[in-house]
Nanobody, 127 residues
Framework: QVRLVESGGDLVQAGGSLRLSCAASGRSISSRTMGWFRQAPGKEREFVAAMHWSRRRTTYADSVKGRFTISRDNAENTAYLQMNSLKPEDTAVYYC????????????????????WGQGTQVTVSS
């Protein structure tokens, strides 16, 4: 089982930047696709970004494309989400997740395929 802990959430003004971290323990994430999701108040959790375990492929939700960047440091067993040009609509609890399948050839944007989740970190963007 992979234990994930997110950090880096904060209150920031519109146009600002934040870098979220997702520290993994228990198992290595080097062979797992990593994803970021978010849940705004009163809304369902939605996909934000994912990076294939090979680090050769990434995918983003249209709403964050060009502003957010997912990365990973396998040596540190940590995934990151760099968020720039933040907007009030980015306000949400952000969760990282690890694919439960090792060396998966596919990269999923739906949460059902991710078997390991963190507790979330709050991001609030003021206008």
């Amino acid at each position: 089982q992979v234990r994930l802990v997110e950090s880096g959430g904060d209150l920031v003004q519109a146009g600002g930047s934040l870098r979220l971290s997702c520290a993994a323990s228990g198992r290595s994430i080097s062979s797992r696709t990593m994803g970021w999701f978010r849940q705004a108040p009163g809304k369902e959790r939605e996909f934000v970004a994912a990076m294939h375990w090979s680090r050769r492929r990434t995918t983003y939700a249209d709403s964050v494309k060009g502003r957010f960047t997912i990365s990973r440091d396998n040596a540190e067993n940590t995934a990151y989400l760099q968020m720039n040009s933040l907007k009030p609509e980015d306000t949400a609890v952000y969760y990282c997740a690890a694919d439960q399948t090792l060396y998966s050839t596919l990269m999923y944007v739906t949460e059902e395929k991710y078997g390991n989740w963190g507790q979330g970190t709050q991001v609030t963007v003021s206008s």
